[in-house]
Structures are given as structure tokens and as C-alpha cells.
Nanobody
Framework: QVQLIESGGGLVQAGGSLRLSCAAS????????MGWFRQAPGKERDFVAA????????SYADSVKGRFTISRDNAKNTVYLQMNSLKPEDTAVYYC???????????????????WGQGTQVTVSS
């Protein structure tokens, strides 16, 4: 079972930036696509961004396109989410996840992910 540990969350003013990191415990990290999801209080957990196993293909939710960038460093078993131009509506707990199947493209549906981190809180003040 892979362990995923997110970090980098915090409180930031609107218009600011944060960089989230997600470190994976297994050396097979590079075989799997990774994703970021977020969940605001009282809402569903929604897709934010995903990256394929090699880092050569990405996918984003419309609400974050042009502001967020997902990347990965397979040598460090880590995936990142650079968040710029943050808005109050970006406030949520952010989760990283690993797909259930290896060698896939960037997946956007929750059911395609089998391992999840504990989440990191991002709060954007207006």
C-alpha cells in the first residue's frame, strides 16, 4: 500500500500563490498517474488536476486552468501543484491521489484512484 503525504497548504490572501507537494512512499511511483482533488465544506470532492505517469500529459478542471500547474519529479517520488492567482473559492482541503492502474493518462474521475493522502488545508482570504 502506497502512502501519500501532502504538504504546503496554508492561509494566503486572494491573488497569492501556494505550492503543494505530495510525497509517495513507494518506488513504483513513476508507473502511476497522479491527481489532485479538493473538497470544500459541505461539498463533493472535486477533480483539480492530473498528470500521467511520465509527466508528459496533464489535465485540469476548467476552474483552475491557467492558474494551477501540476508537475512531478519521479526521482523524488513527488507530485506538485503550483497554485497562482488564488481566489477565495479555491478554499478547500486538497488531496493527492494515485491511480489504481499503472501507465495510464491523466485521469479525472475519483473512482479511478485507489490511494489517497490525508489532505492539506488551503484557505484563501478575500
Amino acid at each position: 500500500q502506497v502512502q501519500l503525504i501532502e504538504s504546503g497548504g496554508g492561509l494566503v490572501q486572494a491573488g497569492g500563490s501556494l505550492r503543494l507537494s505530495c510525497a509517495a512512499s513507494r518506488r513504483t511511483f513513476s508507473n502511476y498517474a497522479m491527481g489532485w482533488f479538493r473538497q470544500a465544506p459541505g461539498k463533493e470532492r472535486d477533480f483539480v488536476a492530473a498528470i500521467n505517469w511520465s509527466g508528459g500529459s496533464t489535465s485540469y478542471a476548467d476552474s483552475v486552468k491557467g492558474r494551477f500547474t501540476i508537475s512531478r519529479d519521479n526521482a523524488k517520488n513527488t507530485v506538485y501543484l503550483q497554485m497562482n492567482s488564488l481566489k477565495p473559492e479555491d478554499t478547500a482541503v486538497y488531496y493527492c491521489a494515485r491511480t489504481s492502474l499503472p501507465m495510464t493518462g491523466p485521469r479525472t474521475e475519483k473512482y479511478e484512484y485507489g490511494s489517497w493522502g490525508q489532505g492539506t488545508q488551503v484557505t484563501v482570504s478575500s
